[in-house]
Protein backbone atom coordinates (compact mmCIF):
# COMPACT_ATOMS: atom_id res chain seq x y z
CA UNK A 1 0.00 0.00 0.00
CA UNK A 2 0.88 3.74 -0.10
CA UNK A 3 3.38 5.03 2.01
CA UNK A 4 4.07 8.04 3.81
CA UNK A 5 3.99 11.15 1.43
CA UNK A 6 4.91 14.62 2.57
CA UNK A 7 5.09 17.66 0.17
CA UNK A 8 6.22 20.03 -1.51
CA UNK A 9 10.07 17.86 -0.97
CA UNK A 10 11.80 20.93 -1.55
CA UNK A 11 11.17 24.49 -0.19
CA UNK A 12 13.21 27.82 -0.55
CA UNK A 13 11.61 30.80 0.67
CA UNK A 14 12.80 33.94 2.11
CA UNK A 15 13.54 35.14 5.63
CA UNK A 16 10.22 36.57 7.43
CA UNK A 17 8.36 34.31 4.67
CA UNK A 18 5.84 32.07 6.51
CA UNK A 19 5.57 28.27 5.19
CA UNK A 20 3.18 25.29 4.76
CA UNK A 21 4.47 21.62 5.02
CA UNK A 22 2.09 18.62 4.05
CA UNK A 23 2.03 15.56 5.77
CA UNK A 24 -0.40 12.45 4.46
CA UNK A 25 0.00 9.51 6.66
CA UNK A 26 -0.55 5.63 5.77
CA UNK A 27 -4.30 5.15 5.81
CA UNK A 28 -5.83 4.00 9.30
CA UNK A 29 -2.71 4.98 11.02
CA UNK A 30 -4.04 7.43 14.21
CA UNK A 31 -0.59 8.36 15.78
CA UNK A 32 1.67 11.23 13.38
CA UNK A 33 4.61 12.48 13.81
CA UNK A 34 6.97 15.43 12.79
CA UNK A 35 10.49 15.31 13.15
CA UNK A 36 13.00 17.71 12.07
CA UNK A 37 16.69 16.53 11.02
CA UNK A 38 19.69 19.21 10.70
CA UNK A 39 23.16 19.42 10.82
CA UNK A 40 23.74 20.77 14.23
CA UNK A 41 21.22 19.13 16.26
CA UNK A 42 20.29 15.44 14.84
CA UNK A 43 16.70 14.23 14.60
CA UNK A 44 14.68 15.89 16.86
CA UNK A 45 11.10 15.12 17.69
CA UNK A 46 8.77 18.33 17.24
CA UNK A 47 5.15 17.35 17.92
CA UNK A 48 2.47 14.53 17.88
CA UNK A 49 -0.98 13.69 17.20
CA UNK A 50 -3.20 11.26 18.39
CA UNK A 51 -6.57 11.33 15.77
CA UNK A 52 -6.66 15.26 15.54
CA UNK A 53 -5.29 16.16 19.26
CA UNK A 54 -1.88 16.86 19.93
CA UNK A 55 -1.05 15.41 23.14
CA UNK A 56 2.87 16.14 23.19
CA UNK A 57 3.81 19.32 21.51
CA UNK A 58 7.14 19.66 23.36
CA UNK A 59 9.32 20.02 20.49
CA UNK A 60 8.12 22.77 18.54
CA UNK A 61 11.23 25.12 19.15
CA UNK A 62 9.16 28.67 19.17
CA UNK A 63 5.60 30.22 18.88
CA UNK A 64 6.71 30.87 15.26
CA UNK A 65 5.50 26.65 14.78
CA UNK A 66 2.45 25.16 14.94
CA UNK A 67 0.72 22.54 13.28
CA UNK A 68 -2.71 20.64 13.14
CA UNK A 69 -4.35 17.70 12.09
CA UNK A 70 -7.52 17.67 10.77
CA UNK A 71 -9.98 14.40 9.60
CA UNK A 72 -7.72 12.34 11.44
CA UNK A 73 -5.14 12.32 8.43
CA UNK A 74 -3.54 14.73 6.88
CA UNK A 75 -1.27 17.19 9.13
CA UNK A 76 0.52 20.34 8.26
CA UNK A 77 3.14 22.11 9.73
CA UNK A 78 3.28 25.56 9.56
CA UNK A 79 6.19 28.06 10.33
CA UNK A 80 5.56 31.58 10.33
CA UNK A 81 8.44 34.16 9.80
CA UNK A 82 10.71 31.96 8.93
CA UNK A 83 14.87 32.39 9.99
CA UNK A 84 17.56 30.93 8.20
CA UNK A 85 18.20 28.45 11.27
CA UNK A 86 14.65 26.63 10.41
CA UNK A 87 16.28 25.74 7.35
CA UNK A 88 16.09 21.59 7.71
CA UNK A 89 14.49 18.68 6.41
CA UNK A 90 11.22 18.41 7.95
CA UNK A 91 9.77 14.55 8.81
CA UNK A 92 6.53 13.25 8.92
CA UNK A 93 5.86 9.88 10.24
CA UNK A 94 3.34 7.46 11.06
CA UNK A 95 2.33 4.50 13.32
CA UNK A 96 -0.60 2.66 14.10
CA UNK A 97 -0.94 3.96 17.63
CA UNK A 98 0.63 6.17 19.73
CA UNK A 99 3.00 3.67 22.13
CA UNK A 100 6.37 2.53 22.16
CA UNK A 101 5.81 -0.47 20.68
CA UNK A 102 4.08 0.95 16.89
CA UNK A 103 7.13 1.03 14.66
CA UNK A 104 6.72 4.86 12.88
CA UNK A 105 6.75 4.62 9.51
CA UNK A 106 8.81 7.50 7.38
CA UNK A 107 8.04 10.07 4.27
CA UNK A 108 10.72 11.48 2.22
CA UNK A 109 10.61 14.58 3.91
CA UNK A 110 10.56 18.27 3.14
CA UNK A 111 13.98 20.17 2.44
CA UNK A 112 13.17 23.57 3.72
CA UNK A 113 16.09 26.02 2.83
CA UNK A 114 15.56 29.70 4.16
CA UNK A 115 17.40 32.22 2.48
CA UNK B 1 14.48 10.30 30.09
CA UNK B 2 15.12 8.46 27.27
CA UNK B 3 18.19 8.38 25.53
CA UNK B 4 20.71 6.97 22.66
CA UNK B 5 24.27 6.64 22.27
CA UNK B 6 25.77 5.92 18.62
CA UNK B 7 29.90 5.90 19.38
CA UNK B 8 30.82 5.95 16.11
CA UNK B 9 30.21 9.36 13.94
CA UNK B 10 31.94 7.33 10.61
CA UNK B 11 33.14 4.25 9.74
CA UNK B 12 34.48 2.93 6.81
CA UNK B 13 34.52 -0.95 5.89
CA UNK B 14 35.70 -2.66 2.60
CA UNK B 15 33.33 -4.47 0.44
CA UNK B 16 32.45 -7.90 1.83
CA UNK B 17 34.05 -7.17 5.52
CA UNK B 18 31.32 -7.47 8.60
CA UNK B 19 30.50 -4.79 9.76
CA UNK B 20 29.09 -4.12 13.35
CA UNK B 21 27.11 -0.62 14.42
CA UNK B 22 27.07 0.88 18.29
CA UNK B 23 24.45 1.43 19.74
CA UNK B 24 24.15 2.24 24.05
CA UNK B 25 20.79 3.68 25.61
CA UNK B 26 19.52 4.73 28.40
CA UNK B 27 15.77 3.95 29.55
CA UNK B 28 14.04 2.98 32.69
CA UNK B 29 11.58 0.59 31.46
CA UNK B 30 11.87 -2.43 28.77
CA UNK B 31 12.75 -0.56 25.80
CA UNK B 32 11.65 -0.53 22.68
CA UNK B 33 14.68 -0.26 19.91
CA UNK B 34 15.07 -0.06 16.47
CA UNK B 35 17.49 0.49 13.55
CA UNK B 36 16.62 2.32 10.41
CA UNK B 37 18.55 3.60 7.66
CA UNK B 38 18.58 6.34 5.51
CA UNK B 39 20.58 6.58 2.11
CA UNK B 40 21.17 10.24 0.83
CA UNK B 41 18.37 12.48 0.09
CA UNK B 42 15.43 9.66 1.27
CA UNK B 43 13.50 9.21 4.36
CA UNK B 44 14.10 6.70 7.49
CA UNK B 45 13.84 2.84 6.66
CA UNK B 46 13.18 0.78 9.26
CA UNK B 47 15.90 -2.11 9.54
CA UNK B 48 14.61 -3.94 12.67
CA UNK B 49 12.81 -3.90 15.61
CA UNK B 50 13.26 -5.19 19.16
CA UNK B 51 10.61 -5.28 21.62
CA UNK B 52 10.56 -8.22 23.87
CA UNK B 53 11.53 -12.08 23.77
CA UNK B 54 14.84 -13.47 21.56
CA UNK B 55 17.95 -10.99 22.38
CA UNK B 56 19.37 -11.10 18.72
CA UNK B 57 16.64 -9.95 15.94
CA UNK B 58 16.74 -10.15 12.10
CA UNK B 59 16.08 -7.30 9.88
CA UNK B 60 16.14 -6.63 6.66
CA UNK B 61 19.06 -6.65 3.70
CA UNK B 62 21.15 -9.28 6.00
CA UNK B 63 21.18 -7.04 9.03
CA UNK B 64 20.60 -8.43 12.58
CA UNK B 65 21.25 -6.79 16.06
CA UNK B 66 21.58 -7.84 19.57
CA UNK B 67 19.65 -6.51 22.52
CA UNK B 68 22.23 -7.03 25.92
CA UNK B 69 20.18 -5.39 28.83
CA UNK B 70 23.25 -5.87 31.06
CA UNK B 71 25.32 -3.55 28.60
CA UNK B 72 22.16 -1.25 27.82
CA UNK B 73 23.30 -2.28 23.93
CA UNK B 74 21.55 -2.45 20.94
CA UNK B 75 24.32 -3.32 18.36
CA UNK B 76 23.86 -3.63 14.66
CA UNK B 77 25.36 -6.51 12.84
CA UNK B 78 26.29 -7.10 9.00
CA UNK B 79 28.49 -10.48 8.30
CA UNK B 80 29.18 -9.39 4.67
CA UNK B 81 28.76 -5.62 3.61
CA UNK B 82 27.51 -4.45 -0.05
CA UNK B 83 28.36 -1.31 -1.66
CA UNK B 84 24.71 -0.37 -1.33
CA UNK B 85 24.84 -0.32 2.40
CA UNK B 86 26.65 2.85 2.32
CA UNK B 87 24.58 4.59 4.46
CA UNK B 88 23.70 6.70 7.72
CA UNK B 89 22.75 4.85 10.27
CA UNK B 90 20.21 5.67 13.32
CA UNK B 91 19.48 3.70 16.73
CA UNK B 92 16.10 4.85 18.42
CA UNK B 93 14.07 4.32 21.33
CA UNK B 94 10.78 4.76 21.23
CA UNK B 95 7.86 5.38 24.39
CA UNK B 96 6.02 6.67 21.61
CA UNK B 97 8.25 9.40 20.43
CA UNK B 98 11.20 8.79 18.82
CA UNK B 99 14.53 9.39 20.33
CA UNK B 100 17.31 8.96 17.95
CA UNK B 101 20.89 8.30 18.75
CA UNK B 102 23.31 10.80 16.72
CA UNK B 103 23.58 8.71 13.74
CA UNK B 104 26.66 6.65 11.71
CA UNK B 105 27.81 7.40 8.61
CA UNK B 106 29.09 4.24 6.81
CA UNK B 107 31.11 4.43 3.62
CA UNK B 108 31.86 1.37 1.68
CA UNK B 109 35.36 1.06 -0.29
CA UNK B 110 35.97 -1.25 -3.14
Known amino acids: GAGVSQSPSNKVTEKGKDVELRCDPI?????LYWYRQSLGQGLEFLIYFQGNSAPDKSGLPSDRFSAERTGGSVSTLTIQRTQQEDSAVYLC?????????????FGPGTRLTVL | AQSVTQPDIHITVSEGASLELRCNYS??????LFWYVQSPGQGLQLLLKYFSGDTLVQGIKGFEAEFKRSQSSFNLRKPSVHWSDAAEYFCAVNDYKLSFGAGTTVTVRA
Open chain 2, 27 to 32: YGATPY
Open chain 1, 27 to 31: SGHTA
Open chain 1, 93 to 105: ASSLRDAGLYTQY
